[in-house]
């Protein structure tokens, strides 16, 4: 049983930056992607960025160019870098770690984003 735990979430000023962890609790092998979705009460989790296993790097529009992903390999560990943030960036932000058998999930991380 592998855990992923996030940390970095809070409450932040609109334009302000935060950087979300996600380490993973054992090694994970044979990683395909990990990435990061967010949800909001109500709303379908969607995805926010993805770094798969070869290093390229894929956003949703509406964090381009404000949000950056990327990963400790070594570590088992993704990022997610976020700056100027906007009140409709509130969520609760998931970790997503995919091998070809697993698809593991943290348990989420809160951000408020004040206006």
């Known amino acids: 049983q592998v855990d992923l735990v996030e940390s970095g979430g809070g409450l932040v000023q609109a334009g302000g930056s935060l950087k979300l962890s996600c380490a993973a609790s054992a090694t994970i092998f044979d990683i395909n992607a990990m990435g990061w979705y967010r949800q909001v009460p109500g709303n379908q989790r969607e995805l926010v960025a993805v770094i798969a296993g070869f290093g390229s790097t894929a956003y949703a529009d509406s964090v381009k160019g404000r949000f950056t992903i990327f990963r400790d390999s070594a570590e088992n560990t993704v990022y997610l870098q976020m700056n100027s943030l906007r009140p409709e960036d509130t969520a609760v932000y998931y970790c997503?770690?995919?091998?070809?058998?697993?698809?593991?999930w943290g348990q989420g991380t809160q951000v408020t984003v004040s206006s």
């Open positions: 997503n770690v995919r091998t070809r058998l697993y698809n593991y």
